[in-house]
C-alpha cells in the first residue's frame, strides 16, 4: 500500500516549479492532492501537472490567489467540499522581487513589499488558519517552505529574505503551538537555489550571481533538483516523521548551515 494513501494534502502554488513536483511526490505516495493555481492564465499549466499524475489517487485543481484576503479561504473550502478533511498542507505559493532599496522609488517599494508580502506572509497564515477547521486530529502535517535566502541572501533581496525569515518564525510559534491541539507537526523545508523554469529564464546577471553560490556548495558544485525538495517534504508527510517537529530543514548541499 503507498505510505500516503487516503491522506489528502494542499500544495499551494503547484501549477509549476517546485509545487508541482511537490504535487507528483506526494500523489505517488498515494495522497489525494489539491493543485492549486492563482489565476486563469495559469490554468493550463496546472492541467499539464494533473495530467502528470499517476496511480488511482484523486486529484483536483482549485483557482485561488493566495495573495488576496479571501484566495486561501476560497481553496480550503474546495479542498473541503471535495474530501472533507485535510491532512497535509505545504505552504509553497511565494514571490521574490529584487530591489535596490536606496534607489528604489517609494512606489516602487510598496508594490513589491505589498505584493511579496501579502502572498509569503499573509497568504502563508491566512491559509494556515483556514486549514485548522479542517485538519485531521491526528499525524496531521503543516509544512512550510521557507528559503535559505532567510539566512544566506543574495544581493537586493532584503524584503523576500525577509518575509522567508518571516515564514521561520511562524513554523517556531506553530510547532509550539499546535501540535497538542490539532494533532500536527510543523517544520520548515529551506531550499537553496533549485534548477527550475523561473531560475532558468532569470536575466543573466541574476543567474551569474546564483550559480556563483552554487558554486561554493560544499557538496557538489550544482542546483538542487525541484525533486530533492519534493523528497524532503514528503518525508516529513510520513508516519514514521511524527516526532519531527520545528525543524528548518535546508535543501542546500551544505550551503546553508543550521
Not at 34 to 60: D, H, M, Q, S
Not at 86 to 110: C, M, S, W, Y
Not at 120 to 135: E, F, P, Q, S, Y
Request: contains cysteine; aromatic residues 4%; proline residues 7%.
Amino acid at each position: 500500500m503507498p505510505s500516503l494513501d487516503g491522506k489528502v494534502a494542499i500544495v499551494s502554488g503547484s501549477s509549476s516549479g517546485i509545487g508541482a513536483v511537490i504535487v507528483r511526490e506526494l500523489s505517488r505516495r498515494g495522497a489525494q492532492v489539491v493543485i492549486n493555481y492563482p489565476f486563469e492564465a495559469e490554468k493550463r499549466n496546472a492541467e499539464e501537472v494533473l495530467k502528470t499524475l499517476g496511480g488511482a489517487a484523486k486529484a483536483i485543481m482549485v483557482e485561488a490567489d493566495l495573495s488576496t484576503p479571501s484566495g486561501p479561504s476560497k481553496l480550503v473550502d474546495a479542498a473541503v467540499a471535495e474530501f472533507g478533511t485535510i491532512d497535509i498542507l505545504v505552504n509553497n505559493a511565494g514571490i521574490g522581487v529584487p530591489i535596490i532599496l536606496q534607489d528604489a522609488t517609494d512606489e516602487l517599494f510598496h508594490r513589491i513589499w505589498d505584493s511579496v508580502m501579502n502572498l509569503n506572509g499573509r497568504g502563508t497564515i491566512l491559509l494556515t488558519r483556514a486549514v485548522l477547521k479542517h485538519l485531521a486530529p491526528k499525524n496531521s502535517r503543516i509544512i512550510n517552505i521557507s528559503s535559505a535566502t532567510s539566512r544566506n541572501p543574495e544581493p537586493n533581496m532584503s524584503i523576500y529574505a525577509g518575509s522567508k525569515g518571516m515564514i521561520e518564525s511562524f513554523t517556531r510559534c506553530w510547532a509550539k503551538d499546535l501540535p497538542r491541539q490539532y494533532g500536527c507537526t510543523v517544520n520548515t523545508v529551506a531550499p537553496g537555489p533549485v534548477d527550475t523554469e523561473l531560475l532558468r529564464s532569470a536575466p543573466p546577471h541574476v543567474l551569474a550571481t546564483v550559480m556563483q553560490t552554487c558554486n561554493s556548495t560544499p557538496v557538489a558544485p550544482r542546483l538542487a533538483s525541484p525533486l530533492e525538495v519534493a523528497w524532503t517534504v514528503a518525508m516529513l508527510c510520513e508516519e514514521q516523521a511524527g516526532w519531527l517537529n520545528g525543524l528548518y530543514i535546508p535543501v542546500a548541499g551544505g550551503s546553508t548551515m543550521t
